[in-house]
């Protein structure tokens, strides 16, 4: 699989805050998935992109694929303490997923 | 469906112990895969499958061996636990497309 970069590791935001992480390749990537891991949990699969520039909503919830399909971000409106936890891509090809190492979201209440 | 079902969920183990962690899906999928995941370094490949007979190395392969015998099972073999392998391991059992199905967990201690 791709490997990507995630930035940033850790954000720390004050709850009603907007957040936001990205993933970046430096090669085209075939698609990316994006994760959820809550504290003490396992990860839980959030949402796929496959087309360039593409852009999902979920709840308070944005995803993006870039035209270049070389980065994705993951954008959350107006932060709950629900929101607390890892968020992981992966742009593993069809055989082998991979991860980044995740952004770590604190939210202050 | 129960999923990917992963056993034990808490072990602690001796050094020099061998001992193998459990990993069903009942999703008929293909693709499954270990990882560890230790603070501040994500999830890290270990093994992973393509198939029934058909296993591959991931990013850290070295201490651990696996077998698929069948699509449902594919158990993660630690051979001679060492402290370094205290880590949290999941198992994940992947659908076509990529959305992959984590297990709940294992949380490993090598004293």
């Known amino acids: 699989g791709q490997q990507v970069m995630q930035i940033p590791q850790y954000q720390h935001v004050q709850e009603g805050e907007d957040f936001t992480t990205y993933c970046n390749s430096s090669t085209t990537l075939s698609n990316i998935q994006w994760y959820k891991q809550r504290p003490g949990g396992h990860p839980v699969f959030l949402i796929q992109l496959v087309k360039s520039g593409e852009v999902k909503k979920q709840k308070r919830l944005t995803f993006q694929f870039g035209e270049a399909k070389k980065n994705s971000s993951l954008h959350i409106t107006a932060t709950q303490t629900t929101d607390v936890g890892t968020y992981f891509c992966?742009?593993?090809?069809?055989?082998?997923?991979?991860f980044g190492i995740g952004t770590k979201l604190q939210v202050i209440p | 469906n129960a999923g990917v079902t992963q056993t034990p969920k808490f072990q602690v183990l001796k050094t020099g112990q061998s001992m193998t962690l459990q990993c069903a899906q009942d999703m008929n999928h293909e693709y499954m895969s270990w990882y560890r995941q230790d603070p501040g370094m994500g999830l890290r490949l270990i093994h992973y499958?393509?198939?029934?007979?058909?296993?591959d190395q991931g990013e850290v392969p070295n201490g651990y061996n696996v077998s698929r015998s069948t699509t449902e099972d594919f158990p993660l073999r630690l051979l001679s636990a060492a402290p370094s392998q205290t880590s949290v391991y999941f198992c994940a059992s992947i659908k076509g497309g990529n959305e992959a199905f984590f297990g709940q967990g294992t949380r490993l201690t090598v004293v």
């Open positions: 992966d742009s593993g090809g069809y055989q082998k997923v991979t």
């Open positions: 499958s393509v198939g029934a007979g058909i296993t």
